[in-house]
């Protein structure tokens, strides 16, 4: 068992779950790796003292080049804006820290091309959280081992409905690409598409910002996105984006249908995996609900009984692990830097067909 110190830009939301997740993953899953919480960054001083008394960090600082730079902070986690990102991550690199970033993992394709390239020969991994549950590790199971056969479908979205109401002020999360819909919850599903079939090859997409004006000001981002994309393997592929659709609070849900069967999943019944199976007999044949249990992915380091569940803290648990398990072996873990840029690759792609109005190859961006 060896200790490691941890750094983590950003005490916000994301560092929060992220500061948790290292102070618990050692417990849960019994690492090699010991994460010590040495230093916290945050915009000012004040917060950055505030969230090291509250998270249990050693250290806090307002100047992320002095945490990447200490040299008792051997790992470095990005949880602050897009736009520190790449700063961030080549200034890590430089010094051979292995560094763990949140999605997306650049503000624009050339700054996630440009870490790429800094990532090279190092341990890079980019936070895609939400298809690390255990049903959704059991999905891409039923799909590589061919339950469902050869996919030809793919249907996902990733909708919520926190600026649903025109009257919702303004706020930063209006104004930016990377806070738009397209920036901020497309990638979810782009990842979890790519994870699930593979590499898109072509796509089709319309973007747009529904309520452009609102109280404080007005929008420059968009409210949802929708497009249709052709897979390398032949599939076709569906994906809607939303911030306005109402009712929906955690709506990352896909459906994949195959030459053999079917899978449907929904992130706000994230315990549970719809499988169909064309071959059960006919007086059987229809969805069956799984509940995920201790027979699934990563599931029994939290619970020993089955439909139990995990949350969403696990989730940030289980990258945890997987960041660590790089680290230790020196073997990548996906999702490196390199699957993160494919993630932004795509994105870009939706942006530019949604202004030509035209059909792009991914490739071509």
Known sequence: ???????????????????????AVGAVFDTKLRPRLEMVCASSDASAEGYCKAFGFARATSDWQELVRDDRVAAVVIASPQATHRAIAEAAFALGKPVFCEKPLGASLADS????????????????????TPASQFARQLVADGTIGDVTWFR?????????????????RTQGDANGTMGDLAPHMVNGALALVGPIRSLIAEVETVHAVRPGGAVDNDDHGQMMC????????????????????????????GTKGAIRFDQEDQNAVWLYLASDPEAVRGFRKILTGPAHPDYLPFC???????????????????????????TPVWPTFKDGMDVNQIITAAMASSRAKAWVDVASV
Request: net charge negative.
């Open 1 to 23: 068992m060896t200790e490691i110190g941890i750094g983590i830009v950003g005490g916000g939301y994301m560092g929060k779950a992220h500061a948790v997740a290292m102070a």
């Open 113 to 132: 091309r440009a870490m790429v390239a800094a990532a090279e020969g190092h341990i890079s991994m980019t936070g895609f959280n939400y298809i690390r």
């Open 156 to 172: 996902g979205e990733h909708t919520e409905d926190f600026l649903a109401d025109p009257d919702s002020p303004a706020t930063w």
């Open 230 to 257: 052709r897979f390398d393997n032949g599939a076709m592929g569906q994906m809607y984006f939303s911030r306005i659709t109402h009712g929906r609070k955690m709506g990352y849900a896909y459906e994949i249908t």
């Open 304 to 330: 020993q009984g089955a439909g139990h569940g995990t949350g969403y803290q696990d989730q940030i648990i289980i990258e945890a692990r997987d960041f660590l398990r790089a680290i230790e072996t020196g």
